[in-house]
């Protein structure tokens, strides 16, 4: 067996290839040996479409069973899968194509035309196919006469297999390269660390162009050789409906405060459920503590970035604390560090560093970001806050680097004030992030316009929805005519959240 991740999926496939894999609830079942058949053909369309080892395919398209087998294709033929947001706007797409490069793109049947335009701007010799979330497009048409078999491609633990990108602190996005052994590694101490066995199921209601979905969720089913229920989104009514006939469920923070609304949420309803897993963002401990008194079940909170997968979990079996993401994975190695790098003893809060099999090889086309993320002993700087108890159990504090969770999903100010900032009349802006029921955070932004600048904060949103994605724009803008700074002209966005507190408070609750 080689060491291209999908060689190690096929080992834990079941012996009997017609076990169901996905099922897409009201709609059909596709069985392993479709798995099989279908990534085989895919496969065969990416190389016909002049998709080499190494090449990157972007993709951007609808939550599907065949978005899963394009990205085992992807996997098979060798090349390095770029997963993107449906939410992006061409703006954003245009980076993406021009600093990946790649060779194939795969995208929504109506956006073939705006994205055959912007590879041709970026100057890309790529063929654009599209895929749709139905299934129909023109890489299902160009697979269809192809063989159902397909010789995987050689590849080495350290190739890379995906590049994930995420906004830029300094407003340039940075696209994180997962190797083959980075995925593989983290996949299996998941299966392993969270007890999965044949009979699970899978509960999948999480987008897959981003980490949790796509390489903590699908990855473990797949090394389980198990099933899962694809949802197309998150939907708390469908879950419920849902949650009798699966095994296990992960999800982030506003999926389980939605859940957690419901009075049809029950210990009769969970009954068969053995694991809910949350991550990607804080879980609040009332939510923790709501969602046990309602269900029976302790939720299992966890810890990890686009930049590594899964680095913490609190234990299948012991404690669960409430406010932790539980100690280290067994193949990880996490510390505290203050600003100076010197590592500080248990209990003191600082920036948390992480080294393991899992941690990405770097950043694409960004050397010397890479090289300033790493420690001299190999350590990533994750710009997280934490401490970790006498118990190993790990807090996150803070996020050093302004990070708004919200939803889920990351969101770097720099990269929404950037946008801000090239609107007409506008002087300058600080996007902060500021505490919301549902999405646990979401951005403020406050705004200063130029004298006489009509400006209002309804067009600076309107502008906003045209050229970022809808989970990146503020939930509230504020017009100013300038903003606090200290005496080395920093803006303190501390004041800022002090500031408007109130004012956010007050405007979500008339909004609710």
Not at 335 to 343: F, I, L
Request: overall charge negative; hydrophobic content about 40%; aromatic content about 8%.
């Amino acid at each position: 067996m080689g060491t291209n991740l999908y060689e190690l999926f096929r080992s834990r496939f079941p012996a009997d290839r017609s076990r169901p894999f996905i099922e897409v609830p009201g709609g059909p079942v596709w069985s392993y040996a479709q798995l099989e058949a279908i990534s085989a053909r895919y496969a065969h369309a990416l190389v016909a479409a002049g998709a080499e080892p190494g090449d990157r395919v972007a993709v951007q398209v609808d939550k599907s069973p065949e978005a899963i087998f394009l990205y085992l294709a992807a996997l098979r033929a060798g090349t390095v899968l770029l997963p993107l947001n449906t939410a992006y706007q061409a703006d954003e797409l245009a980076y993406f194509l021009k600093d990946a490069a790649p060779k194939v793109v795969v995208c929504q049947p109506p956006r073939h035309d705006a994205l055959q335009a912007l590879a041709a701007d970026a100057g890309l010799d790529a063929t654009v196919l599209t895929l749709g979330a139905d299934g129909a497009g023109s890489l299902t048409d160009a697979a269809a006469d192809k063989p159902a078999t397909f010789v995987c491609s050689d590849r080495g633990g350290d190739d890379v297999a995906a590049i994930l990108y995420s906004s830029g602190t300094t407003g340039r996005p940075k696209g994180a390269m997962m190797s083959h052994g980075n995925l593989a590694a983290n996949a299996a101490t998941l299966h392993r660390i969270w007890g999965f066995v044949p009979g699970d199921v899978l509960l999948h209601a999480l987008p897959i162009f981003h980490t949790h979905g796509l390489f903590v969720a699908t990855n473990c089913v797949l090394m389980n050789g198990s099933s899962m229920i694809f949802c197309p989104r998150f939907d708390a009514d469908q879950v419920l409906d849902l949650l009798p006939r699966a095994t296990v469920f992960m999800g982030v923070p506003t999926f389980y405060t939605r859940l957690t609304a419901s009075p049809r949420l029950t210990p009769d309803l969970c009954r068969g459920m053995r694991l809910f897993i949350s991550g990607s963002a804080p879980l609040l401990v009332e939510t923790f503590n709501a969602f046990r008194d309602m269900t029976g079940h302790t939720i299992l909170e966890r810890y990890g970035m686009t930049e590594g997968g899964m680095f913490t979990s609190n234990p299948l079996a012991g404690e669960r604390k409430p406010g932790t993401v539980g100690p280290a994975l067994p193949d990880m190695d996490i510390r505290v560090t203050d600003e100076s790098g010197r590592v500080l003893p248990q209990g003191e809060v600082g920036v948390l560093e992480v080294k393991g099999p899992n941690v990405f090889k770097g950043y694409w086309n960004m050397p010397e970001k890479t090289k300033a993320e790493f420690t001299g002993d190999g350590f990533f700087k994750t710009g997280d806050i934490g401490v970790i108890d006498a118990e190993g159990y790990v807090s996150i504090v803070g996020r050093a680097k302004d990070l708004i969770i919200s939803g889920g999903y990351n969101v770097y100010p720099k990269e929404v004030e950037d946008a801000i900032d090239r609107m007409d009349g506008v002087v300058e802006s600080a996007v902060v992030g500021m505490p919301h029921p549902d999405f646990g955070e979401a951005g403020l932004a406050v705004v200063v316009t130029r004298p006489g600048c009509p400006l209002s904060p309804e067009q600076v949103i309107g502008d906003l929805k045209g050229r970022l994605a809808n989970y990146k724009i503020p939930k509230q803008v504020v017009v100013v005519a300038d903003l606090p700074r200290n005496a080395m002209g920093k803006v303190q966005k501390n004041v800022l959240r002090e500031t408007y507190a109130a004012r956010w408070a007050s405007q979500l609750e008339k909004a609710s």
